[in-house]
């Protein structure tokens, strides 16, 4: 059988930030999820401190994709050379390498060159592969640019942050709650409506309307969330978000504790820069930012996020714990 020819793309684009910085978000995967768009979640498989093998779950138009990312980091050379599975192309892996340049102290060269095996396809779909292929490349150094050109900032606009309850009941109640997200309009007052589909196991794209702002109104939240019942947890990420917030991610994890269950919620945020025009990250109307002029600028919006997102997991979290505890005594 003849081979199949490798199709090769390679987008080059000066970066506003040094090449050490440009590389560090490169090769720090696991923040990827809260830093660009498209990936929803990161694992690391293994790592011996150059060679890493991920598994990433990804965003591509209205589905959620899923492969393994094979890659070997270079800090010196400032390079990462990677292979990507993807599952719905088994055998035709896509490799690739990320360079980076200085150029001067205060820019650098991103050049990403990828080799990908095209199926076996009718001309006209093969082209459409093909602009595909590029699309995706200038995508991803565009997202990398919009990130990494506020590296100054950046500190400032992430947050972290996890809120903890001892819950009395079953872990196995208590993360059914959590997993069933289209019961919860009628479960928590702060959630008015939810559309959820799950065209995967365990892989639910979500549409959740909230009234928990100070302001009353009902704020649309769109996102992803992947959940793993084996290993009792659940991760999410929000794709369309309220002003102040450009991106949101989290966790919830249960752990058994004593005569009950430990959930965690973890979350992470990034704020939006004022200082920086609308990108494909940043949707939201600008009269909702924070402004840095106003009274406790980017410190008091950080307390107000960080308290209303905190307040809505706890409120969920002792609610879950309620009707476990409800459900042991009726079945009692």
Known sequence: MPSQRVRTSEHTARIAAPAGVVY????DA???PLLLPA????????????????RLWDVDGERVRSFHLNRILHPHARTVVFEQEDTARPGAPTTGTWTIETDGDTHCRVTLRQDRTPERLTATTTA??????DGESADRIADLRAVAERWERLDQLLLSFEDSVHLQGPAELVYD???????????LPHIDAVDVREDAPGVQITAVDTSAAPDGLTRTTRGVR????????IVFKELLTPAPIAAHTG???LTPDGDGVRVVCAQQVLLHDPHTPHNRQDR???????DPGAAGGLAETRRQVRTRLGHASTRTLHLAGWRARTAVRRLR
């Open 226 to 233: 992947l959940c793993f019942p084996a290993a009792a947890r």
């Open 128 to 133: 459409r592969s093909h602009r595909e292929q």
């Open 251 to 253: 966790e919830w994890s």
């Open 39 to 54: 990936p929803v979640h990161v694992e690391r498989i293994d790592f011996d401190g150059v060679r890493e093998r991920l």
């Open 177 to 187: 709650f959590l997993h069933r997200i289209q019961d919860w309009p009628e479960r």
């Open 24 to 27: 560090g978000l490169l090769a």
């Open 30 to 32: 696991v923040r990827w």
């Open 284 to 290: 939201q109307d600008r009269q909702d930012r924070w």
